[in-house]
């Protein structure tokens, strides 16, 4: 074993340019001259001639074995050096995106607030303006219309304050919605500077390691090989890709996301969406077996949900809150589609059999809340007794007859038709909606569907060859598309997200088995407020997006 020379009994040595002249032989007290191979240890001359003199013994010069250690430890020098900027870049862009994505947040926390605050001053305001005319009828009374203004009047603030609080409470929610999404970001970024941090630590330990075996050619000799090891293993980890990849994906999520509002049905709605995210099932509602084959039509309003039962034509609304099933509409009436056109009228599209003449009618018809029929609206009629229906973002019907190429714009006010969009080419093959640009996605194919603008002009054609049995619906807060269709293979319903122009977003964003109640296929619906609700011919089931990273 080597070890120094004891002091004061010093052996007298020739130096030799890179090699400790006191670095000795603890059996023989002669200078280390060579390195054995095949035992790994560093020996004397007399260790080398009577110990290491046979095969497989094999022998370096010493000074050759350090300078090689030495030259080693040199190329991978640069290599950690390099590494330890790169990691020092990733934490400031860490910083970066994190206040990046703060600042976004923050941003939409703005904008909701200053949303909700012009209408909670609109209340307010609309209030004032409804106390100023109570009070003008009132003056012109004697006590008893006094007493009714003052009625009136109590009547009007409970009424504002009930509404106040409403938007309060939506308020909150959002607010609450988009602390539980910077909570996820906050605790995502700590996770990484941790990560990123740990290799930084592990860096600054080689790079120690480096200076302290470098000081003696002894620890250099026997430590070099585990340091280098180390080195290698803990390099090819490449952690900081993976975490300057993570940021960006991170950065491209946070980004994406948007506060979206909007008009349904005459209601104002709003919430936090524009991300991909994961729709969980939260809730399962059995449809009572009186509906015997049930299909879902449409929403009526943001909870409540239209189901008709193709074998004897009768009309339910479930709630999806009270979980309650209620027939609205005895036999007799085949609904295609229905949306609200505010707060008190739906309008549903049907098919109606025995038309004759040039006008189709009794295939629109307009319903009070309580499912009165208020009034059919007639077509010109070209073919089929069948016609689908959707509101747009300014309360007029848009109104298609299958197969026919001719879409019109309906006025609820007086059943004018205020415009006839003309498809080139195509056909309505099933139902029709709109986009809050005013333009209309039409099923014109089995398995395509094509946006068309208002003068008819197609825009987008979205297709997809598993989409052969397939429906349709649009999300009216964001214009996304979800198409929902049949995979007779594995006996499942699934769903795609589709952007307006037409892209795929993501594929299968839910997936669920058909039941063997009926084989009729309904449309997956999204709520105002961002319920996703499909149906399996059993049971409705209510899905919740969450933000994930």
């Known amino acids: 074993m080597a070890s120094r020379f004891p002091e004061g009994n010093q052996v007298q040595l020739r130096p030799r340019k890179g090699h400790d002249m006191k670095w000795s032989c603890d059996k023989h007290g002669e200078p280390i001259k060579f390195y054995c191979k095949k035992h790994k240890i560093p020996i004397c001359h007399p260790c080398a001639t009577k110990d290491h003199s046979q095969k497989p013994c094999e022998l370096d010069d010493i000074e050759d074995v350090i300078f090689e250690r030495r030259r080693q430890l040199d190329e991978k020098r640069p290599k950690v050096q390099g590494l330890h900027k790169q990691l020092e870049a990733l934490s400031t862009k860490i910083k970066t995106v994190s206040t990046s994505g703060s600042t976004h947040l923050r941003t939409i926390n703005n904008n909701i607030q200053d949303s909700y605050h012009d209408k909670i001053k609109s209340v307010g305001e609309k ?25 009136r009047i109590k009547d009007c603030n409970t009424e504002r ?110 919430r936090i969406d524009g991300y991909i995210g994961k729709w969980e099932l939260v809730k399962s509602i059995h449809i009572p077996s009186v509906v015997s084959k049930p299909s879902v039509h449409g929403l009526v309003s943001d909870d409540e949900i239209c189901v008709r039962d193709v074998g004897n034509k009768d009309v339910y609304i479930t709630n999806i809150n009270t979980q309650h099933t209620e027939k609205v509409i005895d ?76 879409i019109y714009v309906i006025n609820p006010a007086d059943d004018k038709i205020v415009n006839t969009i003309t498809m080139q080419g195509k056909e309505v093959w099933d139902g029709i909606q709109d986009l809050s640009s005013g333009d209309i996605v039409v099923r014109t194919v089995n398995n395509e569907y094509t946006v068309i603008s208002r003068s008819g002009e197609e825009k987008t054609v979205i297709h997809c060859d598993e989409w052969v049995s397939s429906r349709c619906r649009v999300d009216k807060l964001t214009d996304t598309l979800y198409i929902t269709y049949r995979d007779e293979a594995r006996k499942t319903y699934s769903v795609d997200q589709v952007s307006r122009d037409g892209i795929i977003q993501a594929r299968r964003i839910v997936e669920y088995e058909q039941s063997d109640r009926t084989n009729f296929m309904s449309p997956c619906l999204v709520t105002p407020t961002g319920n996703f609700i499909g149906c399996d011919g059993d049971k409705l089931l209510i899905y919740k997006k969450t933000y994930i990273l």
């Open 161 to 270: 304050e009930n509404e106040r609080q409403i938007i309060k409470d939506k308020e909150a929610k959002l607010l609450s919605d988009a602390k539980k999404i910077s909570e996820v970001i906050s605790k995502k970024i700590k996770d990484l500077t941790d990560k990123n941090q740990h290799v930084i630590n592990t860096v600054e330990n080689i790079e120690s390691t480096f200076k302290r075996i470098n000081q003696h050619d002894e620890t250099l000799v026997n430590e070099a090989p585990q340091v280098l090891a180390s080195i290698d293993e803990n390099l090819s980890l490449n952690v900081h890709q993976d975490v300057s990849d993570c940021l960006d994906r991170i950065q491209n999520e946070v980004e994406r996301m948007k506060f979206v509002e909007g008009e349904v049905g005459g209601e104002y709605y709003g």
């Open 331 to 406: 036999g007799g009436v085949l609904i295609t589609s229905c949306a609200p056109i505010d707060s008190n009228v739906i309008v549903c599209g049907k098919v109606r059999g025995g038309c004759t003449g040039d006008r189709l009618n009794g295939c629109i018809t307009l319903y009070d809340r309580q499912w009165k029929v208020i009034r059919d609206i007639s077509i010109p009629r070209n073919g089929y007794d069948r016609v689908y229906v959707d509101v747009d973002r300014d309360g007029m019907i848009i109104a298609g007859q299958l197969d026919q190429s001719n």
């Open 127 to 151: 209030e004032n303006r409804m106390i100023r005319v109570i009070n003008e009828e009132a003056d012109e009374e004697i006590r008893l219309v006094n007493e009714k203004r003052e009625k």
